[in-house]
């Protein structure tokens, strides 16, 4: 685990261990904050971080990696920097720790420079103005709730509602259409679906474009809370010297926060509300300001974010959305439905979605699938209670074409082919938009709800049967039996 800064001489001595705490006492000079420091036995080295000076002669720091085997009286070497993380063109293809190891049997990293973990965002002055769509190939986000270019976009969801899946499904729609880089970030996620992205990735054929970085959940908090500056540091490598469009996706951005919570408990230091560590928005800001357009490339990010028991005003998803540009939501309910990807389209919402941006046309068809949806979400508790034969013959209307956009909105995705049987679809945005506003114009009410699911254009919905036409119209006895 070799960190690249020089060693000067300063030697310090263990006084205490407490789990990852690690206090030091250096006689000669004290080190800086944010200084790396070695430790432990050629075997089994120990790094450490300093994240305060105590006094003129004692540091406090935290472990980047397991702590087993320190005692005190142990000597510690100040490496006399910051930890660091290598940047240049041979990070491409290849598995990284957060030290900058590679984890894929490859062999070690040639021809690569290292840079320090931390650095400042780039300035105002030099910071891009221009707002322009970045297409992903989903009907959904696409329609409702599109990504900017060189902005942040987030993935809301608790446990097992689908935020890996879709962020893997982004990863292979875009590389394909993009000339940049991808860097994936894993921040405290299994090493299962580590290991499975990169097969995924490999069998893709996108991963020479595209470099991994992972602190996983069997890592020490500090570790954790580091990989998502490193990643960073790559990523601006690309886009500051390289001048390359770059996606950096993050998952989970929960487990920084969670890294940060258990580093600042570890320190000491007093929770504030809900347990999260007091300076839980500066840390996240430290993080998502270096993430931006300059005049010379851009930083697109995605980032999936887990909502701890799906309480959105758990602060660690209020703090989260203040610096987003669109947030996707999942939905536990839409999930349970069979309704793919579980994208709640009333809860998300994007900046980009006005006319100045996106089109007259666009914003409008955008306006008025909400809408819809919006209604039938109002007249749900009727039908439970009273049935759909209760409802005036316009508000029957509503939710035929709701139910209609519902099912259209639902996507196979290629990530997912092997458990569904279906073809992952590609839907460019003027197909998207041409399927949702026929629906909108009932070209599609004798045709059975179940024709546009799953599909990708509308071109591809099959026409009724006989039988289905001869039959009543639809959405009556369907609609009542759902929601009942």
């Not at 070690?108 to 840079?115: I, M, N, P, Y």
């Not at 439970?384 to 099912?407: I, T």
């Amino acid at each position: 685990m070799e960190n690249k800064a020089t060693q000067p001489a300063n030697a310090g001595v263990i006084v205490a261990v407490r789990g990852s705490v690690v206090d030091m006492r250096f006689d000669k000079q004290l080190p800086a904050i944010y200084t790396l420091l070695r430790t432990g036995t050629a075997a089994q080295p120990v790094l450490l971080e300093v994240l305060a000076q105590r006094d003129a002669q004692h540091v406090r720091g935290i472990a980047l990696t397991p702590t087993q085997g320190l005692a005190r009286g142990m000597a510690v070497l100040d490496t006399g920097g910051p930890l660091q993380a290598p940047v240049g063109k041979a990070l491409l293809s290849r598995m990284l720790d957060v030290f900058g190891n590679a984890i894929d049997r490859q062999g070690d990293l040639a021809a690569v420079q290292w840079r320090s973990v931390h650095n400042a965002p780039p300035p105002l002055a030099r910071r891009s103005t221009q707002a322009e769509i970045f297409v992903t190939g989903i009907k959904v986000i696409d329609v409702l709730m599109p990504l900017e270019r060189g902005g942040k976009a987030g993935l809301f969801g608790g446990a097992g509602v689908g935020k890996t899946v879709l962020l893997t499904e982004m990863i292979h729609n875009m590389i394909g259409h993009q000339e940049g880089v991808s860097i994936f970030c894993g921040i405290g996620e299994r090493c299962r679906e580590g290991e499975e992205l990169y097969r995924d990735m490999q069998a893709a054929g996108v991963l020479p474009n595209m470099a991994m970085i992972f602190g996983q959940m069997n890592e020490p908090p500090g570790a954790r809370f580091r990989v998502g500056h490193a990643a960073l540091t790559m990523a601006e490598y690309f886009r500051d010297d390289e001048h390359r469009d770059v996606l950096l996706l993050i998952d989970n951005i929960f487990r920084f926060i969670q890294a940060g919570m258990e580093v600042s408990g570890l320190m000491g230091q007093m929770p504030s509300r809900l347990g999260y560590q007091p300076t839980l928005s500066t840390e996240l800001a430290g993080l998502e300001e270096r993430i931006a357009n300059t005049d010379t490339g851009a930083i697109t990010s995605i980032q999936a974010v887990y909502v701890p028991a799906d309480d959105f005003t758990d602060p660690a998803a209020v703090h989260t959305f203040a610096h987003l540009s669109a947030s996707i939501v999942l939905s536990r309910k839409r999930a349970g439905e069979g309704l793919f990807p579980a994208i709640d389209p009333l809860q998300s919402s994007s900046k980009m979605a006005t006319p100045g941006i996106v089109g007259e046309r666009h914003y409008r068809l955008a306006q008025d699938i909400r809408r819809t949806l919006a209604q039938y979400e109002e007249l749900k508790d009727i039908i439970a209670m009273l049935g759909l034969e209760q409802l005036s013959p316009e508000d029957r209307n509503v939710v035929a074409r709701a139910r209609r956009l519902e099912r259209f909105l639902t996507q196979p995705f290629f990530t997912t082919e092997q458990f569904t049987g279906l073809q992952g679809k590609l839907v460019s945005l003027e197909e998207a938009l041409d399927g949702c506003e026929r629906i909108l114009h009932d070209e599609f009410k004798d045709y059975p709800e179940s024709a546009l699911y799953m599909i990708g254009a509308i071109g591809e919905a099959k026409p009724p049967t006989p039988a289905q036409a001869a039959a009543t119209p639809t959405p009556v006895s369907t609609a009542h039996a759902d929601v009942a």
